[in-house]
């Protein structure tokens, strides 16, 4: 076989991988395309239907945009101004909420995985156990312990008004029901973190809170960020529990999805474009906070 002939198969062979390369190029981007329209189909609808008025709600189809008769923006004001005190109080509560999650879940971690101590494990599947016991479940315990042990409104009444005593309730409530949940998602990193380094830490004298401090928390930004796009998600999106603790969409303390709740309801019937504003309105926070920390959610997931 001549070196002609072999290089000639080896060509015909190269383009058949190349073929099948480009194939499979483009079966991936057609898939990517295809699950990105589905995912974004109903954002274009909620979208569209916000900006319909009433007649042209009924007149169009779901997915159909109005007219230039039938659209309008008056939905997006109203339903901004309905929600303007509940997006105030869902942020007071869920942003130090969030952030405590984080930090105590991390603190936790460190203590459960890089640090030996008797009574250990039982402690771990405390934590465990917590995952796992559902919202319905403490509801009226819930209820009973801040109106009849803690009274914050009457104990704090001469430092916090009601509803911001309302607003600390649930800081410290989805702060207890954030925390196992944290625990475990930083956990699963400091497993896989360099047990050689933290020794060396400790053999040069370093104490377990300045290895925290200046090993442990600089490499757990990346979780940090995975936790508090987490965190921020669930408990911005929590409605029992503002439904139990504050009770009422007239309340000084009712928070966004509370509000929405109500949000376009009439003798009539319901002001389906109103109450779709109102949904895209309170979905803005979460979808700015991933945006904002998307690359190290990104790095975060990959560990």
Known sequence: MTDETVSAERTVADERLYDRLDLTRVGLYAALVGLTIFYLIP?????????????????????????????????????????????????????????LCAV????????????????????????????????????????????????L???????????????????????????????????????????????????????????????VLPLSIPMFAVVFIFQFTQIWNEFLFSLTLIGSVNDPAASTTLILSGLGEALEGVDYPLRMAGALITALPTLIVYLLFADKFAEGVRV
């Open 43 to 99: 954002v274009q609808s909620g979208f569209v239907t916000s900006i319909k008025t009433s007649e042209a709600l009924i007149n169009t189809q779901p997915f159909a945009p109005p007219g230039p008769d039938g659209a309008t923006i008056e939905k997006w004001a109203f339903a901004f101004d309905a929600l303007s005190r509940g997006l105030v109080n869902s942020l007071v509560f869920t942003v130090p909420a969030t952030i």
């Open 104 to 151: 105590l879940g991390s603190m936790a971690a460190y203590g459960l995985t890089l640090v030996d101590w008797r009574g250990q494990v039982a402690v771990f599947v405390l934590f465990i156990a917590g995952i796992f016991i559902p919202y319905q479940s403490v509801v009226i315990p819930l209820t009973q312990f801040w109106s009849q042990y803690a009274m």
């Open 153 to 215: 409104d009457h104990r704090l009444g001469l430092v916090l008004s009601s509803h911001q005593a309302t607003l600390l309730e649930l800081i410290v409530t989805h702060t207890a029901y954030g925390i196992p949940i944290c625990t475990m998602l930083f956990r699963s990193q400091y497993k896989t973190m360099s047990w050689e380094m933290i020794e060396a830490a400790r053999l040069d004298g370093a104490s377990v809170s300045r290895i925290y401090r200046r090993i």
